[in-house]
């Protein structure tokens, strides 16, 4: 499996990112003769997916997850590159800038189309095309963009309670060597 560089990767691209493992049978050497009859039956090819559920399910998954498109991961290349480029120089000063750009956004940019063409894919065979129309209506509805733009919020105010209720849990108490606070760990029940 070839590994993906994920050091330029904003946070938010990372999601646009699949893996993806295909499962590969083993082939009989002509040499070995004929197959015995118990061996498992051949694999069906499976039917090519509808090209209209495919762009039905690219356009869902756009307005589900924003950040797979091709546009904004342009834009997310445009704002890191300056970092990307000031940490690359930093370990080679001589270094070609212009040709490193190239070759990062062509990189994003090939796997991030390349995740969105397999969602696209995967996402098609999951639901009907009238089911993929339903759920693009309800994404582009003004309740679906607000559920869109809002659940990111609503994730980062659980994660905050959730520290917030490991806290109370934690007494800050004075350390007699070094005269600093420290955290005691929670009790136990």
Same mark, same amino acid.
């Given at each position: 499996?070839?590994?993906?560089?994920?050091?330029?990767? =904003? %946070?938010?691209?990372? &999601?646009?990112?699949?893996?993806?493992?295909?499962?590969?049978?083993? $082939?009989?050497? #002509? *040499? +070995?003769?004929? =197959? %015995?009859?118990?061996? &498992?039956?051949?694999?069906?090819?499976?039917?090519?997916?509808?090209? $209209?559920?495919? #762009? *039905? +399910?690219?356009?869902?998954?756009?307005?589900?997850?924003?950040?797979?498109?091709?546009?904004?991961?342009?834009?997310?290349?445009?704002?890191?590159?300056?970092?990307?480029?000031?940490?690359?120089?930093?370990?080679?000063?001589?270094?070609?800038?212009?040709?490193?750009?190239?070759?990062?956004?062509?990189?994003?940019?090939?796997?991030?189309?390349?995740?969105?063409?397999?969602?696209?894919?995967?996402?098609?065979?999951?639901?009907?095309?009238?089911?993929?129309?339903?759920?693009?209506?309800?994404?582009?509805?003004?309740?679906?963009?607000?559920?869109?733009?809002?659940?990111?919020?609503?994730?980062?105010?659980?994660?905050?309670?959730?520290?917030?209720?490991?806290?109370?849990?934690?007494?800050?108490?004075?350390?007699?060597?070094?005269?600093?606070?420290?955290?005691?760990?929670?009790?136990?029940?």
């Amino acid at each position: 499996m070839k590994r993906v560089d994920r050091s330029f990767a =904003a %946070p938010g691209m990372r &999601a646009a990112f699949v893996g993806c493992f295909l499962l590969l049978g083993t $082939a009989v050497p #002509a *040499a +070995a003769g004929p =197959a %015995p009859a118990a061996s &498992a039956p051949k694999a069906q090819p499976t039917p090519p997916d509808d090209p $209209a559920k495919v #762009a *039905a +399910a690219r356009q869902f998954i756009l307005l589900y997850h924003p950040n797979t498109d091709p546009k904004r991961v342009s834009a997310m290349i445009d704002s890191y590159m300056p970092r990307a480029i000031a940490a690359q120089r930093e370990q080679d000063p001589k270094f070609d800038a212009k040709k490193f750009e190239q070759e990062k956004r062509a990189q994003v940019m090939g796997n991030a189309t390349k995740s969105l063409e397999l969602q696209s894919h995967v996402v098609s065979r999951h639901f009907t095309l009238p089911e993929l129309k339903a759920l693009i209506a309800f994404y582009a509805s003004p309740l679906g963009r607000k559920l869109t733009s809002e659940s990111p919020k609503i994730t980062m105010d659980m994660r905050q309670m959730r520290r917030q209720e490991q806290m109370t849990k934690v007494k800050v108490i004075g350390d007699p060597k070094s005269g600093k606070l420290v955290l005691s760990p929670p009790k136990k029940k």
